[in-house]
């Protein structure tokens, strides 16, 4: 049974940082293109950064510079840290987990970028 467990989402001011995890089980973690996406109230839910099984990175212009995606592939663990963080980031954060059709989900954790 393959589990994404998303943890590290909270209340941060604008400016400030937030680290994401997600620990994956239940699967070939090095063998995953790993990404995270984001849905605020009212949107669809975007791509806000993604990492490939031989590491290399993509971001969306809206947090380039900002937010950093890395893997750690023996603790079977993807991260995003966010810095400099704005209160239009405020949104649900997704893990995602894909290899050729198989795709999975974590669950989501509330970040919320306020004063």
């Known amino acids: 049974q393959v589990q994404l467990v998303v943890s590290g989402g909270g209340l941060v001011q604008p400016g400030g940082s937030l680290t994401l995890s997600c620990a994956a089980s239940g699967l070939t973690f090095t063998d995953y293109h790993m990404s995270w996406y984001r849905q605020a109230p009212g949107k669809e839910r975007e791509l806000v950064a993604s990492?490939?099984?031989?590491?290399?990175?993509n971001y969306p212009n809206s947090v380039k510079g900002r937010f950093m995606i890395w893997r750690d592939d023996v603790k079977s663990r993807v991260y995003l840290q966010m810095s400099s963080l704005k209160p239009q980031d405020t949104a649900v954060y997704y893990c995602?987990?894909?290899?050729?059709?198989?795709?999975?989900w974590g669950q989501g954790t509330q970040v919320t970028v306020s004063p």
């Open positions: 995602h987990a894909r290899y050729t059709r198989a795709v999975y």
């Open positions: 990492i490939s099984d031989f590491g290399y990175r």
